[in-house]
């Protein structure tokens, strides 16, 4: 995700939100993404068109049928790049995308403290704080990514009770001591 427009692509939560039906349930067409999602067809396949521009989204030519389009997510890294590494525009645009993102995970993981009884066994969470220097949260943050890449697994050859897990991980000095 270096360019401006892909940064605009994932502005869009309803974008994020074909994303993630994407990697979830997999291949889709418009009007199954719509009736997922409340939509209609004019407005998902918008928004798919959207997203194929930026590589984002690939068309399955090989499953259409007649007028009927199948897309499916690319698998990419979708991390911003650092900050010194975008101009200014950019930045904006980054920091606009990540309170967006922000607040959608707020939202996602409010629901499901709310519904944390239903799926108890699955809540995993923990809030610590230590001390480390940049070097230190820079090494943890390339271990946290290979336990990802360790553990995780994709839609494909995921077993048959996995379930799409969100994990966010997030490292910051505390602002309050400066």
Do not use: C
């Not at 270096?2 to 994932?10: R, V």
């Not at 519904?115 to 940049?134: C, L, N, P, V, Y």
């Amino acid at each position: 995700m270096h360019t401006p427009a892909a940064m605009k692509a994932l502005a869009s939560p309803l974008r994020r939100e074909i994303l993630r039906h994407l990697a979830n349930h997999g291949p889709a067409t418009s009007t199954t993404l719509a009736k997922a999602m409340g939509q209609n067809t004019g407005t998902t396949s918008y928004h798919l068109r959207m997203l194929s521009d930026t590589g984002f989204v690939t068309e399955l030519r090989d499953r259409a049928k007649g007028r009927e389009r199948w897309w499916d997510i690319v698998k990419a890294d979708r991390r911003t790049p650092p900050r010194e590494q975008l101009t200014s525009p950019e930045q904006d645009l980054a920091e606009r995308l990540g309170d967006s993102k922000l607040a959608e995970d707020l939202r996602l993981l409010s629901a499901f403290a709310r519904d944390r009884d239903e799926d108890g066994d699955w809540q995993q969470a923990s809030r610590s704080s230590t001390f480390m220097t940049k070097a230190q949260l820079k090494e943890f943050h390339e271990e946290y990514l290979k336990l990802v890449h360790r553990f995780g697994t994709d839609r494909d050859t995921a077993p048959a009770d996995a379930r799409m897990v969100l994990l966010r991980w997030v490292g910051f000095p505390d602002p309050r001591d400066s």
